[in-house]
């Protein structure tokens, strides 16, 4: 985040963006239940090198989803089918480089997802400074191509002999999960997260720097305080994830202290290592809204 915009003269600059988020959201501590740079939170198969190592693993999937969305000239149908065939491929490569720890599935989803919208919202673009009704425009892209997703996704799941996490917790809860807020077009980046951090960040200064690496804490717990976690239910069930949404409401609205911040959360991450609970998709949500956040600090100039 700086006032000065960063030039953009090929997509292939973009899609390292999406890489920079992961890696901003893995090393920003303390994170509760998550792991980071200081601990492993409620994972005792995971470390940040691991997370390290998968958003390596990612990062040239991120440069072919952009490509994809960029090219297709068949409609959003089409592309997601492409999609969705790479995304499976970006899976393989991550569990392969993280003998076989899922770190990243639900971000990979979602940056398939948006970075082939992105692309395709871009071909009719040459110049282009990016603002909040870009970034609204590529969610709403991407929810006009995952909007029936649900319905065909599950549609069978009585059928099925083994069933993912997110199918369970379906058939169990009615939880939707990350298909549903894709499905929706981000309600939560676009209403709740992106607001608030273009409200909240130091744009003179880099994100990376203390005072934006505590905004995006703060951030985390508003998240934490709102979305439905489906980390967090299928851990604990409904009613823990409904007590980290009460726990981490009352903290966001104390508006605490910088330090005291910090002390609350590094406490506050034992608790969750206690209950075994993670937040992963309020995580995922922070790595996209960062995405996007970067985004919007570039100028689009294609070369001919």
Partial sequence: MTNKRKQIHSLKQIAPLATSALFYEAALSPKPGLVDRLTNGAHKDMTFFTFIDSAVALSPFFEAYLSYGYKEKEGLDELFAHLRQEGKKAEIAMLEATDGINTHKGANFSFAVLLGACGYYLQDKKKLAFS???????????????????????????????????????????ITGIRGEAG???????????????????????????????????????????????????????????????????????LLSDQDLLNYLTTYDQLLIQRHLSPGGAADLLSLGIFFILLENCYLQLEA
């Fill in 132 to 174: 909040e009704v870009d970034s609204a425009a590529i969610c709403a892209l991407a929810g006009e191509m995952t909007v029936s997703l649900i319905e065909q996704d599950f549609a069978s799941l009585s059928h099925k002999k083994e069933l993912s996490y997110g199918e369970k917790l379906y058939l169990t809860h009615g």
């Fill in 184 to 254: 929706q077009g981000y309600p939560n980046l676009t209403d709740l997260l992106l607001p608030y951090l273009r409200e909240n960040l130091w744009s003179d200064l880099p994100l990376g720097h203390e005072r934006n690496q505590l905004v995006l804490l703060r951030a985390l717990l508003l998240l934490m305080s709102q979305v439905e976690d489906g980390n967090i239910i299928h851990r604990g069930g409904i009613e823990a994830w409904q007590t980290i949404k009460k726990e981490t409401g009352e903290i966001h609205e104390q």
